[in-house]
């Protein structure tokens, strides 16, 4: 079993910066790609960053220039910065993991998402 625990959301103004952190553990091998989805209200959930193991990072068009995404190999865990936030990025935030267990299942884990909240 793998978990996904997700720190760093909140409420901030237009403009403003949040850092959206996440780390993996359980029976974990290795972690191949880490990423970040949000999901707003009523629409569906959408990919925001996602970072190779090697370290090459993958980012929506709409965030590119403003976040970043980065990871630890050694403490399972990654983190996106995100500046001049907009309110239209008011949303569920899902740190994402494909994973290879200590029973070489490959396997793509969630975790419970955090709210960011960007005022206007």
């Known amino acids: 079993q793998v978990q996904l625990v997700e720190s760093g959301g909140g409420l901030v103004q237009a403009g403003g910066s949040l850092r959206l952190s996440c780390a993996a553990s359980g029976s974990i091998f290795s972690i191949r790609a880490m990423g970040w989805y949000r999901q707003a209200p009523g629409k569906q959930r959408e990919l925001v960053a996602a970072?190779?193991?090697?370290?090459?990072?993958n980012y929506a068009d709409s965030v590119k220039g403003r976040f970043t995404i980065s990871r630890d190999n050694a403490k399972n865990a990654v983190t996106l910065q995100m500046n001049s936030l907009k309110p239209e990025e008011t949303a569920v935030y899902y740190c994402?993991?494909?994973?290879?267990?200590?029973?070489?299942?490959?396997?793509?884990?969630w975790g419970q998402g955090t709210q960011v909240t960007v005022s206007s």
């Open positions: 970072i190779t193991r090697g370290g090459s990072p």
């Open positions: 994402n993991a494909v994973v290879q267990t200590t029973n070489s299942i490959i396997k793509n884990y």
